[in-house]
Structure formats: C-alpha cells, structure tokens
C-alpha cells in the first residue's frame, strides 16, 4: 500500500465547480481514483494523482517558544484540548469529578446488544431535547457525584454488629 495524493475538479450546475483534496492508501494511482470515485461519488471530474514519497505527509509543523500549555490555551478551544494526562496540558482543564450514572428504560429490541445501543441513543435524544423514539419508554437518568457522599470508615463499619441467618434449620442449627 503506498499514499496518494488524489485532487480532483468535478463541473457542476450554475458554474460551479466541485474542488477536493484527498489523501489515499492504495495499491496504485487507479485504484486511488476508483476509491475517490466510489467514497465521494465524484463522476466527471478531472484528477491530479501524485504519489507521497515517503508514506508521509506532514499536516503542520513549528517551532514554539513558550510552554506547551500556554500554547495549546490559546491554539485549541476547549472542546478539542486533550484530556491526556501529559504535564503542562491538564492544568488548565476545568475541574472534573468522579460521577455515578445509573439510566434505565423499556427499550424494545432484537437482543441486549441492539437494546444497550438503543439506551445510548435515547440518552443522547434525551440531552440535547430531540423526541424519543417510539422503541423506547419510561427514560429515567440519574447522576451523582461520587464525593459528595463520603463513605463510612471501615472501623465505623466493623463495629455494627448484624447477624447473619442463612435459613433456619440444616448444618446452621446448633445441635
């Protein structure tokens, strides 16, 4: 497989003129063009193909003087910084929370695995307010923050005594 640089100019109605730029992993320069053709339904059009010598095609690249933090504050907006845990990144992304989320719903489905993909959806119909589908019923979210309720030491919680009684009767009975 060898990287291909297919551009292509395809007319359109009202003088127009359908312009892209594409990078292809193929076998050879046709079969970048009959991926392009197949992928972006582009019919007459005119192609430029050149192939990238090494498999390498370098997006952008500079040299930066202040800390990477610094940088990527004022490069990125903050819905695509990375969550990464690298030092000088994560310092100035907004506090986050550990949270318990427990969603539940009647979802009619062929199996678990189409009904679990159907419970994603509604959650997101839910959130950003479209109307649920007909397939799903009875949506019910809740979310907690998990530190907001601290747990009971464990000496707090060896010290409450229960008894425990499996059933009365059997190998549990004193004689």
Not at 18 to 28: L, T
Not at 55 to 81: C, K, M, P, V, Y
Not at 92 to 118: C, G, Q, Y
Request: hydrophobic letters at 40%.
């Amino acid at each position: 497989m060898q990287m291909y640089r297919v551009r292509f100019a395809q007319p359109m109605a009202n003088k127009k003129v359908d312009h892209g730029d594409c990078i292809v992993c193929a076998n050879s320069s046709e079969d970048a063009r009959l991926l392009v053709i197949s992928h972006l339904g582009v019919r007459s059009a005119e192609f430029d193909i050149s192939r990238i010598k090494p498999s390498l095609f370098q997006i952008s690249r500079e040299i930066i003087d202040h800390s990477l933090a610094g940088n990527l504050a004022t490069i990125f907006d903050e819905a695509s910084e990375s969550r990464a845990t690298f030092p000088g990144i994560t310092e100035s992304l907004p506090d986050e929370f550990w949270h318990t989320v427990f969603a539940e719903a009647i979802i009619r489905a062929e199996n678990e695995e189409k009904a679990i993909m159907k419970l994603s959806v509604a959650i997101r119909r839910q959130l950003t307010g479209e109307q649920q589908k007909r397939s799903t019923k009875d949506l019910n979210i809740t979310c907690d923050r998990v530190d907001s309720h601290p747990r009971s030491p464990a000496i707090e919680r060896s010290a409450i005594f229960k008894e425990i009684r499996i059933f009365a009767g059997g190998a549990t009975r004193g004689k």
